[in-house]
């Protein structure tokens, strides 16, 4: 059989997301549902949003305040605009499939990303008014097979941030992180509403057992 054949034959990865506020755990999960789905034989591509591409190395930029400086703090006199970064988040979002998800599911690897779609309505919703423009402007990225939502209060996922660094990016301030816990909860509903798969898992519990019950999720989507 010629390779292209052989690839044309070779069945589409599963492209999962993993979600939750700054400290929820996604970092450490995505490795470790890697390293479980691994054990099950499959290839794995682990990756992240803001991206390492072009547009994300800018997020990024503006997350730590490396553009605008302290401009880019909400409530600064001549702030980074939101809607702007909105845009940036969802210009990463595209390039970042085109460049580096589709092409690996295609080939039949799973792709498991922290952070996509679900963290611009979370975030972005709050900042720019609503969730219809945040929406439309990802209305072009492929639904994942599954979000795995990581549900941690707002002290949780502080002090965890607070125990792992002293350096604060643009949303990781406690008053801002409860806000967002609230909107995560509505985007999830809408998501859900839209028949999108979107599965909660309790990440306040021990570090195995959430990939434990991660895994358990996951099982049934292989
Ligand atoms: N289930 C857990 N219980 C306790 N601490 C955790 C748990 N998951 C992650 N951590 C710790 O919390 C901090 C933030 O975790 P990380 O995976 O980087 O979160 P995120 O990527 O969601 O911000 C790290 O120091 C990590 O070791
Ligand atoms: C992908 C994405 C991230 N964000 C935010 C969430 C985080 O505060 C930050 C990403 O920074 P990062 O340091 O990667 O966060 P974490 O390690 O917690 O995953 O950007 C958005 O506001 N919108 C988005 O679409």
Redesign the pocket.
């Known amino acids: 059989m010629s390779p292209r054949r052989a690839a044309g034959r070779r069945r589409r990865g599963r492209f999962l997301v ?1 979600e ?11 490795q470790r549902l890697a390293a479980w789905l691994r054990a099950q034989g499959r290839q794995v591509h682990v990756t992240a949003e803001p991206s390492g591409g072009p547009v994300g190395a800018l997020v990024r930029q503006v997350l730590t305040g490396r553009v605008g400086g302290a401009a880019a703090r909400p409530g600064a006199a001549n702030p980074f605009d939101p809607h702007a970064l909105a845009l940036l988040f969802a210009a990463d979002r595209l390039d970042h499939v085109a460049s580096e998800i589709a092409p690996r599911l295609a080939e039949g690897q799973d792709v498991i990303s ?1 952070r996509y779609t679900l963290s611009s309505l979370a975030y972005q919703s709050l900042t720019c008014g609503g969730p219809a423009w945040i929406e439309a402007i990802n209305a072009r990225a492929p639904a994942p097979d599954a979000t795995l939502f ?1 549900e ?1 209060s707002a002290a ?2 502080v002090r ?2 607070f ?3 002293s350096r604060r990016e643009l949303f990781e301030v406690p008053a801002f992180q409860r806000r967002v816990a609230r909107s995560y909860q509505r985007a999830l509903a809408r998501l859900q509403e839209q028949g999108e798969r979107v599965l909660v898992v309790d ?5 195995e ?2 990939t434990a019950a991660l895994a358990e999720r996951v099982k049934s989507l292989l």
């Open positions: 993993l939750g506020l700054d400290g929820a755990g996604t970092t450490t999960q995505a922290d990581l941690v949780t996922a965890r941030r125990a792992a660094s990440g306040e519990q021990p570090v057992a959430v």
